[in-house]
């Protein structure tokens, strides 16, 4: 089955800096890759996904970037904020999977002002 | 919308105590799932369903059930609750056109804290 691995597992950065977080997948199978927030104590929501067929995609200051060559993917949220402090999963889902995702452990974000 | 909804959002359970955990959607979905959250271990399907009367197992299935007699409506029952299964729970659901093919957002639910002592 798919395995996702994200590193790194926290990361702290400056308010105002670039923050990036890496998946790496299993399945090449695997065609859907979504970026989901979970800030503390809330249930996790999507913020921004990729489909196999595209390469990077960008929405205000996150951006997603996908090398199915090399099975990884990646979430770049730049001009950081306080309020990105959160946990980011990153998934994994193949077309034919009935919308099973694997999600990765999750990266803790601590943005300091 | 009320989007998904579990209840209750905590519990304290005695080891070998049963219960349900209850979850309901208005969105019409089809696709519902269970994923339980420890720390630092990302999230882990339990169960999912593509429709009523359809369920089945997903990665850590074991000392859980479900039932889907309605689109709605997806319990989780927890039977013989053991220390293991202390863990916060997330109900989530989406939408798929396509049989077995779905990309759809997936909703979750707040959340249900559980604890076995």
């Known amino acids: 089955g798919e395995n996702v691995e994200q590193h790194p597992s926290t990361l702290s950065v400056q308010e105002g800096d670039s923050a990036v977080i890496k998946c790496t997948y299993s399945d090449s199978a695997s065609n859907y890759f979504p970026w989901y927030k979970q800030e503390l104590g809330k249930r996790p929501q999507l913020i921004i996904d990729?489909?196999?067929?595209?390469g990077e995609k960008k929405d205000q200051r996150i951006a997603v970037t996908l090398n199915k060559t090399a099975k990884h993917f990646s979430l770049h949220i730049t001009e950081t904020q306080p309020e990105d402090s959160a946990v980011y999963f990153c998934a994994a889902m193949a077309t034919d999977s009935w919308g099973k995702l694997q999600f990765g452990a999750g990266t803790q974000v601590v943005v300091t002002p | 919308n009320a989007g998904v909804t579990q209840t209750p959002k905590f519990r304290i359970l005695k080891i070998g105590q049963s219960m349900t955990l209850q979850c309901t959607q208005d969105?019409?979905?089809?696709?519902m799932y269970w994923y339980r959250q420890d720390p630092g271990m990302g999230l882990k399907l339990i169960y999912y369903?593509?429709?009523?009367?359809?369920?089945d197992k997903g990665e850590v299935p074991n000392g859980y059930n479900v039932s889907r007699s309605t689109t709605e409506d997806f319990p989780l029952r927890l039977e013989l609750a053991a220390p293991s299964q202390t863990s916060v729970y997330f109900c989530?659901?989406?939408?798929?056109?396509?049989?077995?093919?779905?990309?759809?957002?997936?909703?979750f639910g707040e959340g249900s804290r559980l604890t076995v002592l």
């Open positions: 990729i489909r196999s067929n595209v």
């Open positions: 989530a659901s989406s939408y798929s056109r396509l049989a077995g093919s779905n990309t759809g957002e997936l909703f």
């Open positions: 369903s593509v429709g009523a009367g359809i369920t």
């Open positions: 969105m019409n979905h089809n696709y």
